[in-house]
């Protein structure tokens, strides 16, 4: 076991998790956790930016979540094992770690798409820098996230002009 793991571990036990849970759940409906739906508590929970780090540490250690070439990558029981080693480091449902990396990945493409559309007439200069804090962070799936095919409607377009003119 890493160090980040067992520093998670040690400060989120099951116990202090539940505690949480129930505050959040006194403060924003005035209701004990009992009577609310544990998917309701956890969705009011954010996370930390500190959290978010720990799970992209332990998220790259586990290739078989995001490598398509992975021998255990379509082997759904080690996948989920491996969703449930993140999730048990962390202290959120699998649901929500499978939410979260969800989110992260498709921040990631959106951002890296950003860096490659340059708008005609840009300069050298005018490169975008992503300024997302976990960019630099998750550029480690670079090799593993392949841009969808585009298609062009330039050639529909000159066609049509062409039957005009």
Same mark, same amino acid.
């Given at each position: 076991?890493? &160090?980040?793991?067992?520093?998670?571990?040690?400060?989120?036990?099951?116990?202090?998790?539940? $505690?949480?849970?129930?505050?959040?759940?006194?403060?924003?409906?005035?209701?004990?956790?009992?009577?609310?739906? $544990? &998917?309701?508590?956890?969705?009011?929970?954010?996370?930390?930016?500190?959290?978010?780090?720990?799970?992209? *540490? @332990?998220?790259?250690?586990?290739?078989?979540?995001?490598?398509?070439?992975?021998?255990?990558?379509?082997? %759904? *029981?080690? %996948?989920?094992?491996? @969703?449930?080693?993140?999730?048990?480091?962390?202290?959120?449902?699998?649901?929500?770690?499978?939410?979260? @990396?969800?989110?992260?990945?498709?921040? /990631?493409? %959106?951002?890296?798409?950003?860096?490659?559309?340059?708008?005609?007439?840009?300069?050298?200069? *005018?490169?975008?820098?992503?300024?997302?804090?976990? $960019?630099?962070?998750?550029? $480690?799936? *670079?090799? /593993?996230?392949?841009?969808?095919?585009?298609?062009?409607?330039?050639?529909?377009?000159?066609?049509?002009?062409?039957?005009?003119?």
């Amino acid at each position: 076991m890493k &160090k980040t793991e067992k520093k998670l571990l040690n400060s989120h036990s099951k116990t202090q998790c539940n $505690f949480v849970v129930t505050l959040i759940c006194k403060q924003i409906h005035g209701k004990e956790l009992g009577s609310l739906n $544990f &998917k309701t508590a956890v969705d009011q929970l954010s996370w930390t930016q500190e959290q978010i780090c720990v799970l992209l *540490d @332990l998220y790259e250690e586990k290739p078989c979540l995001y490598n398509t070439l992975h021998s255990n990558y379509h082997n %759904r *029981d080690k %996948r989920r094992s491996a @969703l449930a080693a993140l999730s048990s480091a962390c202290g959120f449902p699998v649901k929500e770690i499978e939410k979260k @990396l969800r989110s992260l990945r498709a921040q /990631y493409t %959106r951002e890296k798409k950003k860096t490659k559309n340059r708008p005609t007439g840009t300069g050298v200069d *005018d490169v975008y820098e992503s300024k997302w804090v976990f $960019f630099k962070r998750l550029q $480690f799936l *670079d090799i /593993y996230i392949t841009p969808k095919a585009t298609q062009s409607n330039l050639k529909a377009v000159f066609q049509y002009a062409m039957i005009l003119v």
